[in-house]
């Protein structure tokens, strides 16, 4: 692994680019006034980010591994939350597709990302 900084990392750089749509989706009409989910999805997203840059900083690939699946989780739940924020009518279908979706790219990338690692890992041994 030749990353120097977490921001370096695609699957952070997706992860991030989440939280920015998130951010945008829950500061709009009636999800802004829904405090506890607005909350709740806001702080799964920046779960995301913020797992996989504390397992980075971490130094040991067991432990990132470890974090990468905690950030892999929340994408989930960023997903469930879309789901319960559509039945809400706080958003159409056009935002949930499109969030959903980079959601699903973010986990697909953080998932191939654990993978590598664990290869990585075990033929360094």
Not at 13 to 33: D, P
Not at 90 to 106: G, K, M, P, V, W
Request: aromatic residues 14%.
């Amino acid at each position: 692994m030749n990353y120097k900084r977490f921001e370096d990392l695609p699957c952070w750089q997706k992860a991030r680019e989440l939280c920015q749509e998130i951010f945008e989706l829950i500061n709009q009409g009636k999800f802004q006034r829904d405090f506890s989910l607005k909350d709740q999805i806001w702080r799964a997203a920046g779960s995301i980010m913020d797992n996989i840059a504390e397992g980075f900083e971490d130094g040991s690939p067991r432990e990132f591994i470890k974090f990468l699946g905690y950030a892999q989780r929340s994408c989930s739940e960023v997903q469930s939350q879309l789901y319960r924020s559509q039945d809400a009518k706080y958003i159409t279908q056009d935002q949930f597709d499109r969030i959903y979706h980079l959601a699903s790219e973010c986990r697909k990338q953080i998932k191939g990302f654990r993978k590598y690692l664990r290869n990585y890992n075990s033929n360094a041994k």
